[in-house]
């Protein structure tokens, strides 16, 4: 019995565990979205329907290979053998047969239908994880949101208590005749601003929450969390590339551009199948077919009998003749008819196209259109991949000036907030000068916190380009 409670009570516990929301890291994150996501669950049916189109290209090599087979009934007039009348009756025939087919000579067309489908699954593969990458950076966004306005809210929650200290403080100074009353108002005014700040931080990482949540396809959002760790700015060394040096590189690793290439060489192989058409067409064939009947049939029994054919001029004496005499017999054997009724037909045909109401001309002209187009797109999304880096570029460099800038003014705002706080605890300074100093502070450290980590999404979209994998 202790035995079965034990086993009992460990699967309780891995129940109760199992249930409980784990908080998400990063990496976590990618992963459920780029496994869940129904854009990219679309794009791996596309891998699919195009490796079917590769086999069927294989099977453009393979011959024609067809079997056929009948039987019929015959209702009507026929002629009864034994009384050589016509007679209502049913007869019955079976015929079966083999036919195929080979393409030996069609202008390569075959050849080239292959080549097409496999670069085919290369470019669905590429875009499949052309999504997967526009996903994880969907997801980075995201969950970065989440880190600002969880850390803000942290802030705002940690001002509000200081804020409400400084009240307290305050009102002790203002009963004890330190400070006269009205310097309460002031301070009052603030902790109902930063009350009003905390809420709306609460309220916008609810809803960070919710939207990662759902880019995620999670429905438990009241559970939903993510992991509590320190996500600090650290040395971007991305930037030590040169803009032509992330662009050089991403064209070697962009799964957009190697998709754009692909194109162009599908194109460039459904031209080739194009001009194929003009190119004879060379088949080979061979037939097997037999027939069987299910009728009686008359048989020599060895036997001769004579009946009269004429009779003699003059004399007027007959002329006899002999016949083998006959008798009424079944059908031979299924096998002996197949085999005595069986035929072979075998040759080859040559098609030679000459005219087709211009059909393969404007095939040919399309596909060449497509060729340009192809080649169009390409130059286009290197453009716009250079245009992108350049702007991801100075946007890294510029979120991590700020970064650095809002530091050095939250330091200096906070070396005020205590000047300002120490004289008016002296009773130097009023309450006004004290919140102005206060509001200054708080907006700088908002500003840093929002700066930091706009630095750190720039900067890992320029890693991104480079080719480094999305980690934090």
Known sequence: MPKYLSILCFTLFAFGYGQQSVPWTLEAAVEHA??????????????????????????????????????????GLNRNLTTNLLEDSTSQFSNGGLDM????????????????????????????EDMKEDVMLLVVNGFLQVLFSKENLA?????????????SQTETLVDAGVLPKGELFELQATVASQEQQAVAASNNYEIARISLAQLLLIDDYKNFSIADTNYDM??????????????????????????????????????KTAKSAYQPTLTGY???SSRISYADRLIAT??????????????????????ADTELAKYLPIADQWKQNDGHNFGV????????????????????????????????????????????????KGAIITYEA??????????????????????????????????RYDAAVSAELQAKFDAIFRTKVLEFYFGIPLTL
């Open 155 to 167: 802030v705002q929650n940690k001002l509000l208590e200081v804020a409400k200290t400084e009240l």
């Open 101 to 128: 087919s080979l393409v030996i000579y069609n202008g390569r067309r075959n050849v080239y239908q292959l080549m097409s489908a496999n670069l085919g699954i290369l470019a669905r593969q590429y875009q499949l």
């Open 406 to 439: 809002a530091q050095k003014t939250t330091l200096a705002r906070k070396q005020a907030y205590e000047y300002a706080q120490n004289r008016f605890s002296n009773g130097a300074a009023t309450s006004l000068a004290f919140s102005q100093a206060k509001q």
């Open 34 to 75: 780029v496994k869940n996501n129904l854009q990219i669950r679309a794009a791996y049916l596309d891998v699919i329907d195009a490796e079917t189109y590769k086999s069927q290209a294989i099977g453009n090599f393979l011959p024609s290979l067809n079997l056929s087979a009948g039987h019929s009934w015959n209702i």
């Open 234 to 271: 650290v040395a971007a060394t991305i930037l030590d590339k040169s803009p032509k040096e992330l662009f050089e590189k991403a064209l070697e690793s962009r799964n957009d551009i190697m998709l754009a290439k692909t194109n162009v060489e599908i194109a460039q192989a459904n031209l």
């Open 286 to 288: 061979y037939g097997y």
């Open 349 to 396: 045909n040559l098609r030679i196209p000459i005219l087709n109401g211009l059909a393969v001309k404007n095939n040919v002209r399309r596909n060449k259109v497509s060729v340009e187009r192809s080649n169009t797109l390409l130059s286009q999304q290197k453009q716009d991949l250079e245009r992108t880096i350049q702007q991801s570029y100075a946007d890294a």
């Open 302 to 323: 060895g036997t001769y009998s004579t009946y009269p054919v004429g009779v003699v001029s003059g004399t007027g004496q007959q002329v006899l003749a002999p016949r």
